[in-house]
C-alpha cells in the first residue's frame, strides 16, 4: 500500500535523567507537537561501556561510540517517528508513551498493490513503479512550508499476509471437507480486490467492480465466510471511506474494521 500524512518528524530531544541516559522525546505533524514518549537509551546498547546518541529530526541513533567530525555514527538502534509507534505497539521495553498512534499513524490510502511476479523492493523500490511515479508527480505537499517535498510525506507499507483458519464439523460433515492448506497467492489477490473494491483509493485505474468474483482470488475456494484485518495500529483514508486498522496482544479483537465476504456479499464492519 502507499499512503500519505503531512510530514513527521521529531521536536525537541531531551535528556532528563543523564545517569540512566533517558531522553524525552516529541512528535511533531505538520509542524505541531501531538504526542511525547520516553526513550531508555542506556537500554538500546550492549551492555558495558558509554552510551551515545545522534539525532536530528528524522532519526535517533544510538551507540557506544561519539562519531568523529564529519563521520556517520555506529549505530547499535534506531527510531524513526513512525518505528517508535511500530515498536511500542509490540511492547518495547525501552519506550513509554508514545500514545497517540491514532492521529501519528493517520493515512490518506492513495494506492493498494501486489507483488506477486517480484517482491516488494523489486516492483515498488527498485522499479519506476508506475503508480508510486504518478503519486509523486500528481500530489500535493499536505504541510506546506519550506523544503518540504511530496516525498517526505509519501509512507510505503509493505505488507505481509498471515492467515487464520477456523474450521467446524458436524456428524454429517466429511473430513475430505477439510480445507488444509491456504494458497497465498490466491489470498494476496483477493486482498488487493477487497480493499480497493470496498476503499477505492485514487491511483488505483482498476476498481474490481465484480468483486469477490474473480478467477484468481478466493471465489469459490470453500471458504463460508473469510475476513480481512489489519494488525497494526492504523488509519487508512479515502474519499469512499476510512478502515481502522488495529493490533492486540491477544490476536484479533474488535476493535479494528474488517472487511467479510460471504458468497458474493462483501461487507465492511466498523469497530465496536
Given at each position: 500500500?502507499?499512503g500519505a500524512r503531512p510530514r513527521t518528524e521529531f521536536g525537541s530531544v531531551t535528556i532528563i535523567d543523564t545517569d540512566r541516559d533517558i531522553a524525552k522525546v516529541e512528535?511533531?505533524?505538520?509542524?505541531?507537537?501531538?504526542?511525547?514518549?520516553?526513550?531508555?537509551?542506556?537500554?538500546?546498547?550492549?551492555?558495558?561501556?558509554?552510551?551515545?546518541?545522534?539525532?536530528?529530526?528524522?532519526?535517533?541513533?544510538?551507540?557506544?561510540?561519539?562519531?568523529?567530525?564529519?563521520?556517520?555514527?555506529?549505530?547499535?538502534?534506531?527510531?524513526?517517528?513512525?518505528?517508535?509507534?511500530?515498536?511500542?505497539?509490540?511492547?518495547?521495553?525501552?519506550?513509554?508513551?508514545?500514545?497517540?498512534?491514532?492521529?501519528?499513524?493517520?493515512?490518506?490510502?492513495?494506492?493498494?498493490?501486489?507483488?506477486?511476479?517480484?517482491?516488494?523492493?523489486?516492483?515498488?523500490?527498485?522499479?519506476?513503479?508506475?503508480?508510486?511515479?504518478?503519486?509523486?508527480?500528481?500530489?500535493?505537499?499536505?504541510?506546506?512550508?519550506?523544503?518540504?517535498?511530496?516525498?517526505?510525506?509519501?509512507?510505503?507499507?509493505?505488507?505481509?499476509?498471515?492467515?487464520?483458519?477456523?474450521?467446524?464439523?458436524?456428524?454429517?460433515?466429511e473430513m475430505t471437507d477439510m480445507i488444509d492448506k491456504v494458497d497465498t497467492a490466491r489470498t494476496i489477490a483477493d486482498a488487493e480486490k477487497a480493499f480497493v473494491s470496498l476503499l477505492k483509493p485514487e491511483y488505483n485505474n482498476i476498481?474490481?467492480?465484480?468483486?469477490?468474483?474473480?478467477?484468481?482470488?478466493?471465489?469459490?475456494?470453500?471458504?463460508?465466510?473469510?475476513?480481512?484485518?489489519?494488525?497494526?495500529?492504523?488509519?487508512?483514508?479515502?474519499?469512499?471511506?476510512?478502515?481502522?486498522?488495529?493490533?492486540?496482544?491477544?490476536?484479533?479483537?474488535?476493535?479494528?474494521?474488517?472487511?467479510?465476504?460471504?458468497?458474493?456479499?462483501?461487507?465492511?464492519?466498523?469497530?465496536?
Amino acid at each position: 500500500m502507499i499512503g500519505a500524512r503531512p510530514r513527521t518528524e521529531f521536536g525537541s530531544v531531551t535528556i532528563i535523567d543523564t545517569d540512566r541516559d533517558i531522553a524525552k522525546v516529541e512528535i511533531k505533524v505538520a509542524g505541531r507537537t501531538v504526542d511525547w514518549g520516553v526513550i531508555n537509551l542506556g537500554a538500546n546498547v550492549p551492555k558495558g561501556g558509554s552510551v551515545h546518541a545522534a539525532w536530528d529530526d528524522q532519526i535517533i541513533q544510538i551507540g557506544h561510540e561519539r562519531p568523529a567530525p564529519g563521520q556517520k555514527m555506529h549505530s547499535h538502534t534506531w527510531y524513526t517517528p513512525d518505528s517508535v509507534y511500530w515498536e511500542v505497539a509490540r511492547r518495547n521495553p525501552n519506550l513509554s508513551g508514545f500514545e497517540n498512534h491514532a492521529e501519528v499513524c493517520n493515512y490518506d490510502l492513495l494506492y493498494v498493490g501486489i507483488a506477486n511476479k517480484q517482491d516488494s523492493f523489486e516492483r515498488l523500490i527498485k522499479k519506476a513503479h508506475q503508480g508510486r511515479v504518478q503519486i509523486l508527480t500528481d500530489e500535493h505537499i499536505r504541510y506546506p512550508d519550506p523544503g518540504n517535498r511530496v516525498s517526505d510525506e509519501i509512507v510505503l507499507f509493505l505488507f505481509d499476509i498471515d492467515p487464520l483458519v477456523i474450521q467446524t464439523w458436524s456428524v454429517e460433515d466429511e473430513m475430505t471437507d477439510m480445507i488444509d492448506k491456504v494458497d497465498t497467492a490466491r489470498t494476496i489477490a483477493d486482498a488487493e480486490k477487497a480493499f480497493v473494491s470496498l476503499l477505492k483509493p485514487e491511483y488505483n485505474n482498476i476498481q474490481f467492480k465484480e468483486y469477490p468474483r474473480g478467477e484468481d482470488g478466493l471465489y469459490g475456494a470453500g471458504f463460508d465466510v473469510y475476513q480481512y484485518v489489519i494488525f497494526e495500529n492504523f488509519t487508512l483514508n479515502t474519499p469512499s471511506g476510512t478502515f481502522l486498522g488495529s493490533r492486540c496482544d491477544f490476536g484479533l479483537g474488535n476493535s479494528g474494521d474488517s472487511i467479510v465476504v460471504e458468497g458474493e456479499k462483501v461487507t465492511m464492519y466498523k469497530a465496536g
